[in-house]
C-alpha cells in the first residue's frame, strides 16, 4: 500500500497507512508475527508487520510465501514452542549454502534466525543468521 491508496478520512486504508506511516517516521521498530497453523504463510506485501516476521513453531510445519517482490531481504525468526522439537518444511526454491536447509535448534524456547533475498519471480537466497538465540 501506498499513499496512493488512501483516501482522506477515516476509512481502515487511511489508518492502517497512517499508522504505518508514523511508525517509520518515529523510528518505531516494527516486527511481525504470523499464526501458527499446519501451513504458516507469511504474506510479505503485507508492511504492517515489516520484513521481519516471528513464527512460532506449535507443531511440525509448512512455511510458504506469498507476494514477495524480486530484491526483497526479508528475515524469518523460527521460535520453539514450550515443548521443542519442531522443524518446519521451507518452501522448496531456496537455495542455501552448502545445498541444503540448515538443522534447527529443537530445545524448546529456542530462537534460530534466517534471512532472505528473493533473487526472481519464486527463488530465494537462503542464509543462517543464528541459532539457539533464545
Excluded: H
Excluded at 8 to 32: H, P, S
Excluded at 40 to 46: E, G, K, P, Q, R
Excluded at 104 to 124: P, Q
Amino acid at each position: 500500500m501506498d499513499s496512493s491508496d488512501v483516501v482522506a478520512g477515516t476509512n481502515a486504508q487511511a489508518t492502517e497507512y497512517n499508522n504505518l506511516r508514523k511508525d517509520v517516521v518515529l523510528g518505531k521498530k516494527i516486527m511481525g508475527v504470523d499464526a501458527d497453523a499446519a501451513t504458516v504463510t507469511v504474506d510479505l506485501s503485507d508492511k504492517t508487520k515489516s520484513n521481519v516476521r516471528t513464527i512460532t513453531l506449535e507443531g511440525n510445519r509448512t512455511l510458504a510465501l506469498s507476494n514477495p517482490t524480486i530484491g526483497q531481504v526479508f528475515i524469518l525468526r523460527i521460535v520453539q514452542d514450550g515443548t521443542g522439537s519442531r522443524v518446519p518444511t521451507w518452501w522448496s526454491t531456496i537455495i542455501w549454502p552448502g545445498g541444503s536447509a540448515p538443522t534447527l535448534t529443537t530445545t524448546a524456547g529456542a530462537v534460530d534466525v534466517f534471512g532472505f533475498i528473493c533473487t526472481a519471480e519464486d527463488e530465494y537466497d537462503g542464509v543462517f543468521v543464528g541459532f539457539n538465540l533464545s
